[in-house]
């Protein structure tokens, strides 16, 4: 039996940015504390995720100020929601292929 894995994309193949991108399908727009604490992760790990995604535009950053203090939110791009849509599929037949 032949699995599709070549077929995965490799800028979702860590956990972190598997969560990163699922959060952001089910979510208009998340900010960096909401990922911070899903997650359970430190600022620089999530630091360093985040711009791989953003690096490969399927993500978009937003910066701005909630009151006096800085507020960055993060949406997924339609690139990147095609992308991780399609990484969901090959996964789900790679699943499917093996009951």
Do not use: C, W
């Not at 077929?7 to 998340?30: C, H, P, Q, T």
């Not at 100020?65 to 969901?88: D, Q, S, V």
């Amino acid at each position: 039996m032949n699995l599709p894995i070549h077929k995965l994309n490799k800028a979702f193949d860590n956990r972190i940015r598997l969560g990163i991108m699922s959060a952001l399908l089910m979510n208009e727009e998340v900010n960096f504390n909401f990922l911070k604490e899903l997650l359970d992760i430190t600022d620089g790990n999530l630091a360093s995720h985040l711009k791989q995604l953003e690096e490969t535009k399927y993500i978009k950053v937003t910066k701005g100020f909630l009151g006096r203090k800085t507020n960055t939110t993060y949406h997924i791009t339609p690139a990147g929601e095609k992308a991780f849509r399609e990484h969901l599929k090959v996964l789900e037949e790679m699943i499917a292929r093996s009951k």
